[in-house]
């Protein structure tokens, strides 16, 4: 693919829906039960340790707030 029709698709993607671009990029990858397997608890724990982190962070605001 050429620099140009590679800048040329990806502007297409630039305003389109998210969910469908994901689910076309998805459908170009060979995907295998493990590989499944292996990226969705990659992403599970990747989000749980977002969601951990923001939840400490937020604890630490109302500590701050009732001391104050």
């Not at 029709?5 to 969910?19: G, N, T, V, W």
Request: aromatic share 4%; glycine share 2%; with cysteine.
């Amino acid at each position: 693919m050429s620099q140009n029709s590679l800048a040329h698709k990806m502007s297409e993607y630039l305003y389109a829906d998210e969910a469908q671009c994901v689910e076309e990029m998805l459908d170009t990858l060979e995907w295998n039960d493990d590989m499944k397997a292996r990226v969705e608890n990659r992403a599970r724990d990747l989000v749980t340790k977002v969601r951990d982190s923001k939840r400490k962070r937020g604890e630490l605001r109302e500590e701050a707030i009732l001391r104050a």
